[in-house]
């Protein structure tokens, strides 16, 4: 049912976050920004833009995510927000809750937290795949 693949760029790459970089404050973005690298701040991209954060098997970010589209496969301690799709990739560890529309997780992603969809009211359980806890796929 479940299958292990790597996470993917989605599109093109606009910004890259090399593997030695360390940004400590609040990041704002649109297109596609690719994350080796460590992040302390939030992330956030601009109102009304396409834009897609992927966060590398190696990378890290620590705060809140908020773009259209997040891929991750690194390690993020924060809440994501994403108003289109967020895709745990088989690496990805989440410790936060994650608000999201459409959401994909793969065999070995780890997500300390809810998952609560886009139209549920915080802090209500909208199916059985809402998630308070630990949830590991292997």
Excluded at 43 to 51: H, L, M, P, S, W
């Amino acid at each position: 049912m479940f299958k292990n693949k790597p996470a993917q760029i989605d599109g093109q790459v606009d910004t890259l976050i090399g593997a030695q970089v360390v940004i400590h404050g609040d990041l704002k973005f649109s297109g596609g920004l690719y994350v080796e690298g460590r992040i302390v701040g939030k992330v956030i991209a601009e109102e009304g833009q396409r834009a897609t954060i992927t966060l590398a098997e190696n990378g890290s970010i620590e705060g809140e995510v908020r773009a259209p589209v997040v891929i991750l496969n690194g390690r993020l301690d924060g809440d994501v927000y994403a108003s289109e799709r967020v895709e745990l990739a088989a690496k990805a560890r989440v410790q936060g809750n994650v608000h999201y529309q459409v959401v994909e997780m793969l065999a070995g992603s780890v997500l300390t937290g809810r998952l609560i969809h886009a139209g549920a009211h915080e802090g209500h359980a909208l199916t059985e795949a809402d998630l308070d806890g630990a949830a590991v796929l292997r």
